[in-house]
């Protein structure tokens, strides 16, 4: 989807929710949108803090609490670091993470297809799966750097 779109999506999905819709939550809802690999609180920060002088931590850390209760982003743990992404509520998605560059790679799957156990008298409703590793490029770099005396 076209990140304007998904923005805009998500806008009408916080004004739905009574949401107060300001510039920095506008702004801070764009950047996670255009993030193509998992983020941490204190990198929107940096990245917003350039635009909006006097903003302070709190203020990104309660809107990325917003955006997460609200299911607009969901949290995993990467090197001892709280991550935040942005949600597929079309499709669900592996990520393929590099826990060297951070890149992440999204690939769709049916979590049927998967055929995981479940125990007995129980419905799943969401997926999340992970699987942290190296891309081929840190891989290639790491093995370049033990081959030189």
Known sequence: MEDSRQLDKLIDYLVDQRVRITTQRRFMLDLVVS???????????????????????????????????LRIIETFALDNELRYRLIDHVQPQLHFICMDC???????????????????RFQSLNYKI????????????????????
């Open 130 to 149: 992970d699987v942290f590793g190296y891309c081929m490029d840190c891989r290639a770099s790491s093995e370049e750097g033990l081959e030189q005396p």
């Open 35 to 69: 993030l193509n690999r998992p983020f941490s609180a204190m990198e929107l920060y940096q990245a917003m803090e350039q635009t909006f002088q006097g903003l302070s931590y709190g203020t990104v850390y309660r809107n990325l609490e917003l955006y997460k209760n």
């Open 102 to 120: 951070k890149q992440t790679i999204p690939m769709s799957f049916d979590p049927e297809q998967m055929l995981l156990p479940e125990p007995q």
